[in-house]
């Protein structure tokens, strides 16, 4: 059975439509150690920022803001998660992929 903490994190709904789908083989639950340690909390972190950079460059195709191949490798390899935030909200209001990204140095 998947943690509570997950299932608050990602959802019942979601849990309850993939649940069925895994294999018992792959259900376990970490211990305390496992969720502490470097190796999950990075991975978990890495994932964060994973999901808000695809979150900016779906709004950004989205609204059509046609961020450049340069700018979008920008993008991807970013780990500032406030510099994220600030750009995901700018996406939504400025117009072209040069105004999304005006704070960075060519």
Same mark, same amino acid.
């Given at each position: 059975?998947? %943690?509570?903490?997950?299932?608050?994190?990602?959802? #019942?709904?979601?849990?309850? %439509?993939?649940?069925?789908?895994?294999?018992?083989?792959?259900?376990?639950?970490?211990?305390?150690?496992? *969720?502490?340690?470097?190796?999950? $909390?990075?991975? +978990?972190?890495?994932g964060?920022?994973?999901?808000? !950079?695809?979150?900016?460059?779906?709004?950004?195709?989205? +609204?059509?803001?046609?961020?450049?191949?340069?700018? !979008?490798?920008?993008?991807? !390899?970013?780990?500032?998660? #406030?510099?994220?935030?600030?750009?995901?909200? *700018?996406?939504?209001?400025?117009?072209t992929?040069?105004?999304?990204? #005006?704070? $960075?140095?060519?």
């Amino acid at each position: 059975m998947p %943690s509570p903490e997950l299932w608050d994190e990602v959802g #019942a709904d979601v849990m309850n %439509s993939i649940q069925p789908a895994i294999p018992e083989v792959l259900k376990w639950e970490l211990t305390e150690y496992e *969720r502490e340690g470097g190796w999950f $909390v990075h991975g +978990r972190a890495e994932g964060h920022l994973g999901g808000k !950079r695809d979150a900016l460059l779906l709004i950004a195709d989205k +609204r059509g803001l046609a961020p450049t191949p340069e700018q !979008r490798a920008l993008i991807e !390899r970013c780990e500032d998660e #406030a510099q994220l935030d600030q750009w995901i909200a *700018r996406a939504l209001i400025v117009d072209t992929a040069d105004a999304l990204l #005006a704070d $960075v140095d060519p």
